[in-house]
Every structure is written in C-alpha cells, then in structure tokens.
C-alpha cells in the first residue's frame, strides 16, 4: 500500500512538472491558481470571524472580495461587474509595470554586480604594488608584501590574472597573515593585454611584480607583459619593475623589454643551486630562507655617522642584536666582507643583518671576547662526494654543471631516471666528463622501491629528488616526488640510519606532506625567487647587495664547522665567534646547532649570549669574494648579476666545492 502511494506521488509531480516546463503563460496561469487557493480562503474565515462584518451573505461576499482585492493589489472596488472587472485590469497592468521595473532595476544590479565579480572596474589607487600573473609564487609574494609592512599600514595590492577574480581573492586571503594587514585588489584580465593591464593601474603604482605561468610558454609570455607594460608607461618612465622567468635563455629578452627600471630573474637556476647548496650544507637553505623573508632578521642599510672612523673591526662588535656585514660607500660601491681594518668613511652605509632597520644604540662588545677560546683549527680540505640524482627535468643538467664546477677529481653523479625522461641509457647528464665528476645514467623508476634497493643508497654523500616538468593524466605536480620520498623513507628504517636527502617540491603545499627524515630537507620550486622579488620590491636600495651574496662571483653564505672558530666544549660568547670569523676575513651572523631544534638557525644572536659550542654545531658566515682569476672556474665568469636595469639572475651564494 505504501508502495502505491509513493508511485501516485511521483507519478502526480511528473505531471505537475510536465505542465510547468510547458509555457510561461501556464506558470503564470499556476501561480495564480495557488495565490488565489490561498488568499481566498484566509479572506473568506477573516470576515467570518470579524465581529463587526456584515450580517448578509452578499455583504460578506463583498467584503471577501474587498480584502482579497487588497492583498493582491487588484483594487478594491465594488459596485456593477463590469467596474469590478475594470478594476481588476488596472490592478494587472499596475502590478505589471511594477514587476517590469522592479525586473529592470535586478536585471542592471545584478549584471554590475557581475562585472565586478569578474573585475574588470578600474582601480584608482597610488603607490600600491602590481602584480601581475598567476603561479605559486603569488602566495609567497603576497604573504611577504603584507608582512614587510608591519604596523606601518596595510598596503594595497592589486593583482591581474586571466582567473576569477572572486576565486584569486579567496585563495590569497587564506594565506597566512594576508587577511586584515593588506588590501587585495584583483582584476581578471590578460596581463599582455595593454586595456586590461590599465585596470590595475600600472602607472601610479609603487612597484609591479611580473610572474612567470606554472606551464606553458610562460617566458615567452613574461616578455609580452613587459612590452605591454612599456607600452602603457613608456619606455623611461613608469614604476620599478621586477620580473622572473624560468629559462636563463629568455634572460636577455626579458631585460630588454623591462628596461632601465626592471630587474629580471631566473627561477630554474635558483632553483638548482639551492638544490646543489641543500645537498652539500644541509640547514643552509633554511638559512637563506630566514634571511630574505620579513618575519625574523634580514638585510638593512643603516646611517652610521657617528661611527664613521671606526674600523670595520670595531663596528661589527658594537653592535648587540645586528650584524655588521659591509659598506655601501657615498660613492654607490659596495664593500661587503671588508677587511677587519677597513674604515667608514662620511657618508657611507653599514650593511646589517638585524631583526629591525632601526638597529639599536651601538655598545662596545669587545669585552665579551675570549682570545683563548679561539681555535686555531684550519678548514679540513673536501674530497671528491658520490651524489645521487634522482628523476629528471629541465634543471636535471643545471644540477649536472653546478656540481661539475666545484667538484673534486673522482667525484661520482649517478642519474636514476625512467625512459621517459629524455635520457637515454649511459648518456651524460651535462657537461662532457672533464674528469671531475663522472655522470652515469641508470634506467629505472625511482619510485619504485625495488629499483633503490639496487642501490647502495648510503654509500652517497648526497641524495638529490627531482620530480617531472609535467604530470600525466590523473597526476599532481609532486605525487613522483612523494612516492619517491616515501620509498627513501622505507629504506631508512629499514637500515636505521639516516639519509641525507634534498626534495624538489612543486607546491608549498606539499611541503607538509613529504615523509622527510632526520637528514632530509626540501626546496619549494620558485620560493627563493619569490622572496628575493618581494625584498627588491620593498628594499630596491638592496639590490647590489643581493647582487653580490647570490651571485656567483660574489660573497657567499655558508654553514662551517664551530670548531673553526672556538674550542669545543669551551664555553664562549656569541662575540668571540665574531671575532674569531673577522680573523678569517668573514662575517659571522648567526649558528645552527642540532639541539634542540635541528631544522633552525638562530640569526643574530646577542654579542653577549654565551653558550658551550660543540663540534656539531655551526657558524653561519659570509665569506669574501673570491679571486676570480684565481679560483674562479672559466665558465663562471660569465653568469649574470642582479643589476637593475643591466644584466641580473635570481642566484643564490655559489657553495663551497664539493
């Protein structure tokens, strides 16, 4: 029985359906039906109830009709027929034009409301940051953006990508730190496209950030946002320009349309030198991390004329909280790492690390300086290393080449790639064998666990993971690469012991995700451009320094042993390992030590902190540049600067050799 009554159920809301997708005259024709079963009704036991209605029946028939008159707005006249008809005719066409209009003003509300949901009003706006793309990138970029103000304001940033605008805005303000310190602004549009560039409004704006596509001819397209930026501002004037492209061959295209005002870099070759620095000095990219972004120490330029006459000496051990690092001269020459007796001369720039740009009061420090915890150690001399590659893509022979430069006869670079990576067996994965590193390629799957029990994974000194360019149907950008992970991470604890391993990662993300161990670390594809492009952005004065610690030729970061500098086991102060780094020619700015938090690097510890330095522990240093004549290899002197409107690269600090 209950079975029939759903079947008449549904057989009954056919129907009904069927006969409301016929016309709109028939859901017309319904809608009055039920307006009238129920305005008639409720009128009717209305005047019945009322006391005070009339005592016959055609009297309360009118007064039925009266009160439902009134409630649908068809007028309440009475009288013959033919005026109570006429009546309900100009109640129709009353109610009729109050419909159209009231259709007219929704249809005009909701089409503007549309359009700004697609954004594509203009933005009237001065000194405010640009950017423009869409990638991983601007996740970064914006979270660091928002921070670098701080209390000072929050700053409008406007973004134009081919996307929802609705959708940029909810996935920008999910970043951390972004909701109620910056004021987003996006705008859906071509960013190649000089009339939808103009919404953004280019030319009032402070700065413009240009952002390479995750795939796709991505440089090619950075080249046509420049031109079409150039064309909106003109060739000379305009705001400052920073923009990143992926291949170091579209570098010298993307500097000529930045122009003058433009600062181009390169993410693929950031990339593959963090990998490279990861894989010999694990913690130091952790350290270039905290160094570029805005939420602990960084880089400041600070007037000092009441230390001028100082020797550089003097200056780095007056400071409690920053560190000193060199001189930007009156002149615009930069002097980082100078000799411990160099002077500040009137009108040059200290150079700092410090956790704010407003370092505090200068105080002598030399007393916490102990000479005979000074070691006397030198720098054991590297060997060759035996590297792993794991996977392939497009910085796999960037990789290859950083490795070859600084490696030491007898190294080993071993390519375990499937067929499908573009090697083919026994084939050289970069530069021709020179004899000091030898390049093999070994077929085979990396994420399949029974190809890395073939290898002697811990007879590497390093284990470097790459995941592919592009995805298959069905894939993310970083499942090769977890799997990969996973797979190292079993043979791990199945031989108890550590690997030491870097991962190259798509998306931030992911980076939650890795099965990393004790000795593993990551490098997120593109971050390192990303912070470099917000600090040029918020600090363009620094330019020449970033120029010369992540370029090639100049000074360089590194991670050394604590033995170097003080005695282990003793207990010493943070200022004698200043001391001790400036009898080396070096800046000490901060140390790493494997308890009790080992992925962390303290930056700018007080001159006066003591503490007992063991042999684990590490000096976070700046070393000088090197004698390119000297020690320099051939092929390095022709790497790019960061040199705005000149030649630049996004590069980091060239690591020691291998």
């Known amino acids: 029985m209950a079975r029939r009554r759903s079947a008449l159920r549904d057989r009954a809301r056919y129907r009904f359906d069927q006969t409301l997708a016929r016309s709109t005259g028939t859901l017309l024709g319904w809608l009055a039906v039920c307006c009238l079963a129920v305005v008639v009704p409720v009128s009717t036991a209305l005047v019945w109830m009322d006391p005070a209605a009339p005592r016959s029946l055609s009297g309360r028939l009118t007064a039925v009709w009266r009160t439902s008159a009134e409630t649908l707005r068809l007028g309440a006249v009475t009288g013959a027929p033919l005026r109570m008809l006429l009546s309900v005719l100009l109640g129709l066409i009353a109610l009729l034009c109050v419909s159209t209009l009231v259709g007219v003003i929704t249809t005009g509300l909701g089409d503007r409301v549309a359009e700004l949901r697609r954004g594509r009003s203009m933005v009237l706006e001065s000194g405010h940051v640009v950017v423009l793309g869409w990638s991983d990138q601007v996740f970064t970029i914006v979270g660091e953006l928002a921070a670098a103000h701080g209390d000072r304001g929050r700053p409008t940033i406007a973004v134009l990508a081919d996307r929802d605008s609705t959708g940029m805005e909810g996935e920008l303000l999910a970043v951390h730190g972004v ?350 451009t990303a912070l470099l492009m917000a600090q040029l952005t918020h600090h363009p004065s620094l330019a020449p320094v970033f120029d010369e610690i992540f370029a090639t030729r100049g000074g360089a970061l590194d991670l050394r042993p604590a033995g170097e500098y003080v005695l282990p086991g003793r207990e010493a102060s943070f200022a004698t390992v200043v001391a001790a780094a400036l009898d080396r020619g070096q800046c000490a700015i901060g140390y790493h030590a494997p308890e009790p938090h080992p992925a962390d690097v303290v930056l700018c510890p007080r001159k006066s902190d003591r503490r007992v330095w063991s042999a684990e522990d590490r000096i976070l240093v700046l070393l000088p540049a090197p004698d390119a004549s000297a020690t320099a290899d051939p092929a390095d002197r022709d790497l790019p600067h960061i040199h705005s409107g000149r030649r630049s690269d996004d590069t980091p600090a060239e690591a020691p050799p291998a």
């Open 179 to 528: 909701r109620g310190r910056a004021r987003l602004v996006c705008r859906t549009g071509s960013p190649a496209d000089p009339a939808a560039l103009a919404l953004v409004g280019p030319a009032t704006a402070a700065s413009v950030l240009v952002l390479p596509a995750a795939e796709g001819e991505a440089d090619t397209e950075v080249v046509r946002v420049l031109l079409a930026l150039r064309a909106l501002t003109g060739p000379e004037g305009g705001p400052r320009v920073v923009s990143a492209v992926r291949d170091g061959r579209r570098l010298p295209a993307a500097r000529l349309a930045a122009g003058a005002r433009g600062t181009v870099l390169e993410t693929d070759g950031t990339t593959a030198r963090l990998l490279v620095q990861a894989a010999r000095r694990p913690g130091l990219t952790s350290a270039l991390r905290d160094l570029l972004d805005f939420a602990g120490a960084e880089f400041h330029l600070a007037d000092a004329p009441h230390l001028a006459g100082l020797t550089f000496r003097q200056i780095a051990l007056r400071h409690d909280t920053s560190c000193a690092v060199g001189y930007l001269r009156a002149d615009g020459g930069l002097l980082l790492t100078p000799p411990a007796g160099a002077v500040l001369t009137a009108g040059d720039r200290l150079v700092v690390v410090a956790h704010d740009d407003r370092p505090a009061a200068p105080t002598d420090h030399c007393a916490h300086v102990d000479p005979t915890a000074i070691s006397a150690a030198t720098p054991a001399a590297d060997g060759p290393v035996r590297v792993l590659l794991l996977g392939w893509n497009r910085r796999g022979p960037l990789i290859a080449d950083l490795l070859r430069r600084g490696a030491r006869p007898g190294s080993v670079l071993d390519v375990v790639a499937g067929p499908d990576s573009g090697l083919l067996p026994g084939q050289q994965a970069g530069e021709p064998d020179d004899g000091r590193l030898a390049v093999t390629h070994r077929p085979g799957d990396p994420t399949r666990p029974e190809v890395l029990r073939g290898l002697d994974l811990f007879g590497y000194d390093s284990v470097i993971v790459l995941g592919p360019d592009t995805c298959q149907a069905g894939e993310r950008p970083d499942d090769r690469a977890l799997l990969t992970l996973l797979a190292l991470r079993s043979s791990e604890e199945t031989a108890g012991r550590a690997l030491p391993v870097v991962a190259e990662l798509h998306d931030h993300r992911t980076e939650r995700l890795a099965p990393l161990g004790r000795a593993a670390d990551t490098v997120v594809r593109g971050r390192l």
